[in-house]
């Protein structure tokens, strides 16, 4: 790998890692799971029921890793 191929991939690794408890995850996975975890809540507020609240937030979860993952992939 040349030189400015891994400075474009330290770079592009640095800003989709996040630290969580000292280990680096990727920044998509961070928010999809938190996204996930809100949506579950709202959800289960405004429905009072477990079913839809648990759907919901698993939807909206996979949608966001799946679509946040495509601009935070290693390519190298």
Do not use: E, N
């Not at 991939?9 to 000292?22: E, F, I, K, L, P």
């Amino acid at each position: 790998m040349t030189t400015a191929g891994h400075l474009r991939s330290t770079v592009a690794r640095a800003t989709c890692d996040v630290s969580v408890a000292g280990v680096p995850w990727p920044a998509y996975k961070v928010i999809a799971l938190m996204l996930g975890a809100f949506v579950t809540v709202i959800v289960g507020v405004a429905t009072m029921s477990a079913a839809p609240a648990v759907l919901a937030g698993a939807a909206a979860a996979t949608i966001a890793w799946l679509g946040l993952g495509v601009f935070c992939t290693d390519r190298q």
